[in-house]
C-alpha cells in the first residue's frame, strides 16, 4: 500500500473541511458527539471516555465495552476556474460533492482493577478524509484521487492520587496508508501532455507511536475538570511513486516516502452538575497544527521532491453543551462549537481548503437494561462562509497552471454507540 496522508500532496483533501480543522478527525464517539464534543476530557459516560482522556478511566466502574459507527455525509462543491496566464488560457473547473461519505468505527474496553488503579484499551481514527475528481477533470493537476486512513491502538492506564485529583497515561500506536494522484487534465493536450496520465501519484503506508497524558481534577462534588495532552506521530509513509513529474514513463514506478506530522493537540474542559437532572460542559481544544509546513517525497540516493508548502498555523476549538435525564431512562444532549481554521486565506490550497466550522449537535442516551447503554446523536456541520483559493503548478520553466476559485460545504453525522458494563 502506498501514501495516503501524503494526501495534501496535491489536492483534493476536501474532506479536512467539514470534519475538523486541517485533516483531523473529531468523531471517535458519538457519545460525545452528541454535545458537539463538549467537555470530553473530563467526562466519563463509558469506556470511550479514555479515547479524548485515559484519566477518566477512574470514573468508570467493573468492566465495560463501548462500541460505535459515526456515519459522515458531506456535501463538498467546488466553483472556480483554471487557467493558463502565459497562453492565454481559462476554462470553468467546477465539481459538486468530491468528498465521499464515510463510515468512522471505535471500539473502546475498560477495566476498573480497584480503588486505585484502571486500565483500558481504545481502537479509533483521529485523522482521514477522502477526495475524487475525474482523472481528466480541468481541476485533476491540482489532484485528482487524495485518501488518508489513520487507524490508532491505544493501551492506556490510569492512577488515582487522591479522592480529587487522578492521572493517566497511554501510548499511541498509529498506522497510515494513503494515495495522492495528480493527472493531466483534459486541456493538457493544449500543451503536448497526455490527457489522463499522472503527474505525480503516491502511495504508501507505514506505523509510528506517541502518547498521551491526561488528569482531572474534582474541586467539588458534581464539579471536574479536566486537561488531556496527546503527542505528535511523524509517520514515515514509504511505498511507490509515479509520473511524469517524477521523470518516469507510464507503467514505471520507484520506491519513495514521505514523512507526514500527525500534529499535537491539547484539551482543557469542564463539567458541572448544576441540578440532579441537568448539567452543562464545556472545552477549549488546541492543535499544533504549525509543524505541517511542507510535504516533501524522498527519493533513496536522489534529490528530494518538494509537493507542496502548506504552511498550516495552530488553530482552536471551543464547544459548549448540556445534558439532561428526562428519567430513568432517557436523556438528551446537545451541544455547540466553533472550530477555527488552521490555515490563512494566502495559503489556502486545493490540497487542503481548511476554513472556520459551526457544529450544531443533538443526541440522546437509552438505559436499555441495568447492564446496556445504548446512544444516537446527530449532528450538523456549516462552513463559516465560502473559502477562497488561488494555486498554481508549473508546467514549465515559462508557464504555470492557476486555480483561482472557492469552496463551500457542509456534513451531516449521525452516530450509535453500545456500551456494556459486566
Known amino acids: 500500500m502506498k501514501i495516503r496522508v501524503v494526501a495534501a500532496l496535491v489536492a483534493g483533501a476536501l474532506a479536512g473541511q467539514v470534519h475538523a480543522a486541517g485533516f483531523q478527525l473529531a468523531e471517535y464517539s458519538a457519545t460525545g458527539l452528541g454535545r458537539a464534543f463538549a467537555g ?3 467526562i466519563a459516560d463509558n469506556a470511550s471516555a479514555q479515547g479524548r482522556n485515559a484519566a477518566l478511566l477512574m470514573q468508570l466502574e467493573g468492566h465495560q465495552i463501548s462500541a460505535g459507527l459515526i456515519y459522515v455525509d458531506p456535501n463538498i462543491d467546488v466553483e472556480g476556474t483554471t487557467s493558463v496566464p502565459a497562453a492565454g488560457f481559462t476554462t470553468p473547473a467546477n465539481a459538486d460533492d468530491i468528498a465521499p461519505a ?3 468505527p471505535n471500539f473502546y474496553y475498560s477495566n476498573r482493577l480497584n480503588d486505585d488503579w484502571a486500565i483500558g484499551l481504545a481502537l479509533t481514527s483521529n485523522y482521514g478524509f477522502a477526495t475524487e475528481l475525474p482523472d481528466t477533470h480541468e481541476a485533476a493537476i491540482f489532484g485528482s484521487d487524495t485518501q488518508i486512513t489513520t487507524v490508532e491502538l491505544a493501551p492506556n492506564i490510569a492512577y488515582k492520587l487522591s479522592d480529587t485529583l487522578a492521572v493517566g497515561l497511554g501510548l499511541r500506536i498509529v498506522y497510515g496508508e494513503g494515495k495522492v494522484e495528480g493527472t493531466v487534465p483534459n486541456w493538457g493536450g493544449n500543451f503536448g501532455l497526455p490527457v489522463g496520465a499522472k503527474l505525480k501519484a503516491v502511495e504508501g503506508d507505514g506505523v509510528d507511536w506517541g502518547y498521551q497524558l491526561g488528569m482531572t481534577w474534582e474541586p467539588a462534588k458534581g464539579h471536574r475538570i479536566g486537561l488531556a ?5 511523524e509517520l514515515k509513509l514509504e511505498g511507490d ?8 514513463m507510464p507503467g514505471q514506478s520507484k520506491e519513495g516516502s514521505l514523512k507526514l506530522p500527525l500534529p499535537a493537540y491539547a484539551e482543557l474542559s469542564s463539567v458541572h452538575q448544576l441540578t440532579e437532572a441537568l448539567s452543562v460542559h464545556g472545552s477549549i481544544n488546541w492543535t499544533d497544527w504549525s ?19 502548506e504552511n498550516f498555523k495552530d488553530n482552536w476549538r471551543v464547544a459548549l453543551g448540556a445534558t439532561y435525564q428526562l428519567d ?8 455547540v462549537a466553533l472550530d477555527k481554521t488552521a490555515v490563512d486565506d494566502e495559503h489556502r490550497t486545493l490540497s ?3 476554513s472556520d466550522r459551526l457544529w450544531f449537535s443533538f443526541g440522546a442516551g437509552y438505559q436499555a437494561s441495568k447492564d446496556l447503554t445504548l446512544d444516537m446523536s446527530l449532528t450538523y456541520i456549516k462552513s ?12 514549465s520553466e515559462q508557464a504555470a497552471a492557476v486555480y483561482e476559485g472557492e469552496i463551500s460545504g457542509d456534513v451531516w453525522l449521525a452516530g450509535v454507540q453500545a456500551t456494556y458494563r459486566f
Do not use: C, M, N
Open 40 to 42: 470530553e476530557a473530563a
Open 102 to 104: 464515510q463510515w468512522v
Open 229 to 233: 495532552y496527546h503527542s505528535e506521530v
Open 241 to 248: 511513486a509515479e509520473g511524469l513529474a517524477f521523470g518516469l
Open 291 to 309: 509543524a505541517f509546513e511542507e510535504l516533501v517525497v524522498d527519493f533513496p540516493g536522489e534529490p528530494s521532491d518538494l509537493l507542496k508548502e
Open 328 to 335: 430513568s431512562q432517557w436523556l438528551v444532549r446537545g451541544g
Open 352 to 354: 487542503i481548503p481548511d
Open 384 to 395: 463559516h462562509g465560502d473559502a477562497p483559493i488561488t494555486e498554481s503548478v508549473a508546467l
